[in-house]
């Protein structure tokens, strides 16, 4: 719940949606060095990172390096005509 509250994309949600919030959405466990998706793959979820650190790559560079609280995969959803534009 506290990473969800720390991310800038729910912010402006009232607290008591928060529950409704959780229950739409699923756990997903990765294990370091593990790849959730890759650049180019079709994408038809979002997340947010709950605990630790993401790595993001795109054309096999380090791009940026995302910590709790912070959501991506967005941009398939948006945009990119459903494909993942990183790893």
Same mark, same amino acid.
């Given at each position: 719940?506290?990473?969800? /509250? *720390?991310?800038?994309?729910? $912010? %402006?949600?009232?607290?008591?949606?928060?529950? !409704? &919030?959780?229950?739409?959405? *699923? %756990?997903?466990?990765?294990?370091? +060095?593990? *790849? /959730?998706?890759? #650049?180019? #793959?079709?994408? %038809?979820?979002?997340?947010?990172?709950? $605990? =630790? #650190?993401? $790595?993001? @790559?795109?054309? +096999?560079?380090?791009?940026? @390096?995302?910590?709790?609280? @912070?959501?991506? +995969? #967005?941009? !398939? &959803? &948006?945009?990119? $005509? =459903?494909?993942? @534009?990183?790893?």
């Amino acid at each position: 719940l506290n990473a969800l /509250l *720390k991310s800038p994309v729910f $912010q %402006s949600l009232p607290v008591d949606s928060f529950d !409704a &919030l959780i229950f739409a959405g *699923k %756990s997903k466990r990765i294990s370091a +060095g593990q *790849k /959730l998706f890759s #650049e180019g #793959e079709n994408g %038809s979820s979002f997340y947010v990172l709950i $605990q =630790g #650190e993401l $790595q993001v @790559t795109q054309k +096999g560079r380090l791009i940026n @390096t995302l910590g709790s609280g @912070t959501p991506f +995969g #967005e941009i !398939a &959803l &948006l945009a990119s $005509q =459903g494909k993942r @534009t990183a790893s």
